[in-house]
């Protein structure tokens, strides 16, 4: 079965690693064969916390749906253990969602950097953005955040509202020496592209800035045009709200899992092994919420919400990595 899964093909950016003889126009079998090695084995070698610790910044009044969302995702893929950063207001709320999640309301504190900072220590990958809202204040503290982040050398992936700061403040994250995966729809990546002039400025703004532009096919954009990829398979018509969230939160899984194995990723040719480790989360994590999507629609049809895909990460999960 696995075999015949992997025979099939995915639409893709036909440049994919086309400098590369052996890896020129990629097949699922050559990216998988790049990416299993770094999906951590079930084999009780790990101790609790080593398969990832993943940190979520959002959660507001309004919207704490897509932090837990974002957070069981990245639970479900295989992170041990999640923290939820969030307003005092949502963390009740989220509290009750799961118990898995840790949950810190920490974001409309006084001294919430002060507060924050020594958590940071502990995670593998942080995502801001999933609920964030536009609250001014809440954006100074966020900002505050990520200029530590930047300093602390985490990598870190935006979405929702966090693409919106980043969007009126771009200086945020010229200077990151980490991965930053930017994950924006399509009115997201408008406003991206008329504040840095195109794919073009987005490419040369900062060489471990990616991103992953998300849509009926999704696309992944950096700075070497050979690790740029698209695919459109699976997923459905159903645009019920959440699904970012999934996605978010299970790319912070598979960036800690290809980073923390990007040495044993053997391309056989020079390449930046940070990006290329970039590279294979993004296209995992697409492909997999793509078919948690089309398997949960097959049931529900129109009536399918983010919750109902929950359901389906780990029988998507095992079909494609077979783990």
Same mark, same amino acid.
């Given at each position: 079965m696995m075999l015949n899964l992997l025979k099939r093909q995915i639409v893709m950016k036909h440049s994919y690693?086309?400098?590369?003889?052996?890896y020129s126009k990629m097949d699922r079998t050559k990216i998988f064969n790049l990416l299993l090695p770094s999906i951590p084995p079930l084999d009780g070698t790990h101790h609790k916390g080593q398969a990832g610790r993943?940190?979520?910044?959002?959660?507001s009044l309004e919207y704490t749906g897509?932090?837990?969302?974002?957070g069981m995702a990245a639970l479900k893929v295989g992170a041990d253990l999640v923290h939820i950063f969030c307003t005092n207001s949502a963390a009740t709320v989220i509290k009750s969602y799961s118990p898995e999640l840790i949950v810190h309301p920490l974001l409309d504190k006084v001294d919430a950097i002060k507060e924050i900072s020594p958590w940071l220590e502990r995670l593998h990958v942080i995502v801001i953005g999933p609920g964030l809202g536009r609250d001014p204040k809440t954006f100074d503290v966020v900002s505050d955040l990520i200029k530590l982040i930047s300093v602390k050398q985490i990598?870190? +992936?935006?979405? &929702?509202d966090g693409?919106?700061?980043i969007t009126e403040n771009p200086d945020l994250i010229r200077n990151f020496t980490s991965p930053i995966i930017l994950t924006p729809n399509k009115i997201e990546f408008e406003r991206l592209s008329c504040k840095l002039n195109g794919l073009t400025g987005l490419q040369g703004f900062n060489k471990n800035v990616t991103l992953l532009r998300k849509g009926a096919t999704d696309e992944f954009y950096c700075c070497n045009p050979d690790l740029e990829w698209k +695919?459109?398979? &699976?997923?459905s018509g159903r645009r019920c709200g959440g699904q970012g969230d999934l996605l978010s939160g299970s790319i912070a899984t598979f960036l800690h899992w290809t980073i923390?194995?990007?040495e044993?990723?053997?391309?056989?040719?020079?390449?930046?092994?940070?990006?290329?480790?970039t590279s294979l989360s993004c296209f995992a994590a697409s492909l997999l919420i793509r078919k948690c999507n089309a398997k949960a629609f097959q049931v529900k049809g129109r009536s399918m919400l983010a919750t109902d895909m929950v359901e389906y990460i780990h029988e998507a999960f095992t079909e494609l990595y077979g783990q």
């Open positions: 690693f086309s400098q590369f003889s052996k993943i940190g979520i910044v959002g959660g897509a932090p837990y969302f974002s990598p870190l +992936i935006i979405d &929702a693409l919106f700061l +695919i459109n398979e &699976a997923g923390a194995s990007r044993n990723i053997n391309v056989e040719i020079p390449v930046d092994k940070m990006l290329l480790a």
